[in-house]
T-cell receptor
């Protein structure tokens, strides 16, 4: 079974440029997450989807970040324009649904991440 | 207040020795789950072990065990017989419950473990 797929693995851009990351979750996983991980820190949630619906985007900087999951499967995270402080690893993860009746033990499976460097 | 606290930025252990990585958590929920993940230098997050708040026994998975002390709100990871390949960052994480389901994992800042020959 394929794991969570992310592309690209690495991206170097100049500040003020746009950038997009793509994620394809594990088949059958309704819940998809985007995390940002700064160097030496733990992952921090940017947005969580239950199917097509964004159910937790409180930490997403909406002035420059946007995300979509149009058909409830794969997802794209965009930054426009990028700033120096956006340099980080962007991790996508998926799990079985966390909605009502879900299990606390639903494991989150992570993709390999996209390492973004903004110059 | 931080929900997950990992007080050890780095730990050193010799091969074949046991090591304990500390994790304390803060929640007012009765139902929650605690996770440990390993992140090697390659970057992928690898799930190690899970403990549910209602589980009476400490979780074990091979060389990994979770020392769950609910009253103290601690969930320490114990790695027995360390191996060189255990050198990595280790993250403790928590998922809290709510009437509509469970929250996303909240991660601690991690502990870097270095295993020496």
């Amino acid at each position: 079974e394929a794991g969570v797929v992310q592309s690209p693995r690495y991206k170097i851009i100049e500040k003020k440029q746009p950038v997009a990351f793509w994620c394809n979750p594990i088949s059958g996983h309704n819940t998809l997450y985007w995390y940002r991980q700064n160097l030496g820190q733990g992952p921090e949630l940017l947005i969580r989807y239950e199917n097509e619906e964004a159910v937790d985007d409180s930490q997403l900087p909406k002035d420059r970040f946007s995300a979509e999951r149009l058909k409830g499967v794969d997802s794209t995270l965009k930054i426009q324009p990028a700033e120096l402080g956006d340099s980080a690893v962007y991790l996508c993860a998926s799990s079985l649904s966390l909605a009502g009746g879900a299990l606390a033990s639903a494991e989150q499976f992570f993709g390999p991440g996209t390492r973004l460097t903004v110059l | 207040a931080q929900k997950i606290t990992q007080t050890q930025p780095g730990m050193f252990v010799q091969e074949k020795e046991a090591v304990t990585l500390d994790c304390t958590y803060d929640t007012s929920d009765q139902s929650y789950g605690l996770f440990w993940y390993k992140q090697p230098s390659s970057g992928e997050m690898i799930f190690l072990i899970y403990q549910g708040s209602y589980d009476e026994q400490n979780a074990t998975e091979g060389r990994y065990s979770l020392n769950f002390q609910k009253a103290r709100k601690s969930a320490n990871l114990v790695i027995s017989a360390s191996q060189l390949g255990d050198s990595a960052m280790y993250f403790c994480a928590m998922r809290e419950g709510s009437p509509s389901g469970y929250s996303t994992l909240t991660f601690g800042k991690g502990t870097m473990l270095l295993v020496s020959p």
